[in-house]
């Protein structure tokens, strides 16, 4: 799936006035700091505020993955989930770091095709944090 032309007229929208900076510019911090830490920076500048360079964040989604499905995997863990794992989808979201601007820009398959149950659920420390709030 594409999401160029989704992305196009947003930017369209805001630039004609229709879409304020504030709606088109809405990285909760943990979106940005999410992008300062794992993004990997592309080339491409920053389509609101031209100052920065796009950072481009992967997120991977599947029932297989288990309790593991939402989060952030770099390029190389995708690599290897690729062998692990039979079907997954990766959303990958482009995050300015500088003005917020952030938006889906595609997502794809990616996995072995062979299907797996999900993997045990495990208690990790992010379980402590959901129950603490
Ligand atoms: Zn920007």
Redesign the pocket.
Known sequence: MDYSLDRRATLIALFQGKASAMDACDADPYLRRAAKHHGERTQRP?P??K??KMVELRYAFGDQLGQYSGRIKSLAELDEMENEFGEFRVYTVEV?G????NHLVYSYLLGDGKVRKPPRKVRTLEDDDWVKR
């Open positions: 920053c609101v505020c100052k920065n300015c500088d003005c917020g601007w």
